[in-house]
DNA sequence: ACCTGAACACCGTTCAAGT
DNA sequence: ACCTGAACACCGTTCAAGT
């Protein structure tokens, strides 16, 4: 049984689960895997390109998520909701995408995907750009403070995110060229 | 000539601008005062609880700047654009201060200076609350990522923040409380 | 009270050598 | 091609003992 990227990649993710990301070593992942540690050296080129599999993992379960058919900031929202998730289901999975070095091609895949809907709803390519901006902005700075301290309850802290999401997505209404609400 | 809080802090503050977040170490820090790395353990009970003073002294640089005596979407502006300079002006200050464990006062200062001026303009308390947080995330969530990956010209990051930041206060100033624009 | 000396239990990364 | 063995250059933290 020979070691290969994925399944290296989906220990990281396990042992990330289990660990948090203070406590993530490749020593420890080696152990896990039956292996010595400079045998990873050979798959994966350092801690923080494994590191960036793993987040860039995680912005995939995201995009296993359909978008709604329906008003695009209903499309923005669920999109902003579904990469949420996917941060909260793994541990300090907010800080690990938020702090990613180099994006994979699931993190371009989830931008393009939100700068396409925006751009159906009439903006222009510069200015989908920057809302899409706006819109990740927020929920990374959200959801790494909210991994970080865990003092509410789930459902408190889904409504006050919510709460911000509305009023971004207020704000970008009222943008000039999504005034009139198209499609 | 003894070693203080005040003293380490200062030094670390300056280690931490020569190497960054990820270079920066407690024996390194020691090295620099001329002491064995145990003497810091005296003045600080662990390396967590200095990075969270050096990022409370962060904010603290911002609470210097004084607010405008303007409409309350200029003086939230004012106050977020003070605090993302003091963050930009250290070495990953941004991620320093948004992964930060446990606030210090000038923290609690900034927040509460920051809700007070909203309350002001016409929210009630959670309202407040809510809309300072929506802030102060796309704030850290924007200036995280801005000083990881500085790919962009400081001009040009400038603008997209102030694009953003206008988005979250047009959303703001949606809201039913604040629409008459009080103050 | 404040610091040294020295240890403990770890790290990430490299690379000759094996298979 | 893929992994071992073993090293290199580090870490954060603790704590008896010194002053």
């Given at each position: 049984?020979?070691?290969?990227?994925?399944?290296?990649?989906?220990?990281?993710?396990?042992?990330?689960?289990?660990v948090g990301?203070?406590?993530?070593?490749t020593?420890?992942?080696?152990?896990?895997?039956?292996?010595?540690?400079?045998?990873?050296?050979?798959?994966?080129?350092?801690?923080?390109a494994?590191?960036?599999?793993?987040?860039d993992?995680i912005?995939?379960?995201?995009?296993?998520?359909?978008v709604?058919?329906?008003?695009?900031?209903?499309q923005?929202a669920?999109?902003i909701h579904?990469?949420r998730?996917?941060m909260?289901?793994h541990?300090?999975g907010?800080?690990l995408?938020?702090t990613?070095?180099?994006?994979?091609p699931s993190?371009r895949?989830?931008?393009?995907r939100?700068?396409?809907?925006l751009?159906?709803?009439g903006?222009?390519?510069?200015?989908?750009?920057?809302?899409a901006?706006?819109?990740?902005?927020?929920?990374?700075?959200?959801?790494?403070?909210?991994q970080a301290?865990?003092?509410h309850?789930r459902?408190?802290?889904?409504?006050r995110?919510?709460?911000?999401?509305?009023v971004?997505?207020a704000?970008?209404r009222?943008?000039?060229?999504t005034s009139?609400?198209?499609?």
């Amino acid at each position: 049984m020979s070691l290969t990227p994925p399944v290296v990649l989906d220990a990281a993710i396990t042992l990330l689960d289990e660990v948090g990301l203070d406590g993530f070593s490749t020593r420890k992942l080696a152990t896990r895997l039956g292996v010595r540690v400079g045998a990873l050296y050979w798959h994966y080129p350092s801690k923080q390109a494994l590191l960036d599999a793993v987040a860039d993992h995680i912005v995939g379960e995201a995009n296993a998520a359909a978008v709604p058919d329906d008003a695009w900031p209903e499309q923005a929202a669920s999109m902003i909701h579904a990469l949420r998730g996917a941060m909260l289901a793994h541990a300090d999975g907010a800080r690990l995408v938020a702090t990613s070095h180099t994006p994979g091609p699931s993190s371009r895949a989830w931008i393009d995907r939100l700068r396409g809907l925006l751009a159906e709803a009439g903006m222009d390519g510069f200015t989908a750009e920057n809302a899409a901006d706006v819109l990740t902005c927020y929920l990374n700075g959200y959801a790494v403070e909210e991994q970080a301290h865990t003092t509410h309850a789930r459902a408190e802290t889904d409504r006050r995110f919510g709460f911000g999401l509305d009023v971004v997505l207020a704000g970008l209404r009222s943008l000039p060229a999504t005034s009139g609400g198209a499609r």
